[in-house]
């Protein structure tokens, strides 16, 4: 049995096989343009916020690193307390960049990520709590030494003091 199709029937059959791979095209094409635009809310609705948080804590890392490294070379006392207050200012924004980390993982449930969060958090205090004792000591030090200048600046006077006296004493007799 053969199939005799006249050419308007072969036109009308390959425009309806046309019209239906279109439509399938639109329907792939808003499918995947809506798993697209899904993606770039979750993006920036929620990961987006943890990357910049992210970015926030690497740049406070470094400047408790800054300051960790800044405490040997400071001589004085004043010089001493205002790297403290920024450090004390520091440990602040750590913690609310911390606390924003915390809501946003918290609120995506990403246990992983909070677990290591919560691992590079202890890694901060650890640095906070010696960058603190490095300042404590280095304080110590610069309260040493002014004692110590202090000390011989009284044994210069009371050398001077004594040589005079002892040259009153050679002078009277």
């Not at 990357?51 to 890392?61: E, S």
């Not at 001589?75 to 403290?84: A, G």
């Not at 990520?113 to 004792?133: C, G, P, R, W, Y």
């Amino acid at each position: 049995m053969k199939l005799k199709l006249s050419i308007k029937a072969m036109l009308y059959f390959w425009v309806a096989f046309g019209l239906l791979a279109a439509a399938i095209l639109v329907g792939a094409a808003v499918t995947s343009n809506g798993i697209i635009n899904t993606s770039q809310e979750k993006l920036t609705s929620e990961t987006l916020p943890i990357i910049q948080d992210v970015a926030k804590l690497n740049v406070l890392i470094e400047k408790l690193r800054v300051i960790k490294a800044e405490v040997p070379s400071i001589n004085t006392l004043e010089q001493l307390e205002i790297l403290n207050q920024t450090l004390n200012e520091e440990v602040v924004e750590i913690q609310k960049v911390n606390e924003a980390l915390d809501r946003d993982i918290e609120r995506q449930n990403l246990t992983e990520l909070k677990n290591a969060f919560d691992e590079i958090q202890m890694v901060i205090e650890s640095m906070v709590e010696k960058s603190s004792i490095l300042i404590s000591r280095q304080k110590n030090i610069l309260e040493l030494n002014e004692q110590s200048i202090n000390q011989t600046h009284r044994i210069d006077k009371l050398v001077e003091n004594a040589e005079l006296l002892s040259d009153s004493v050679s002078g009277k007799e």
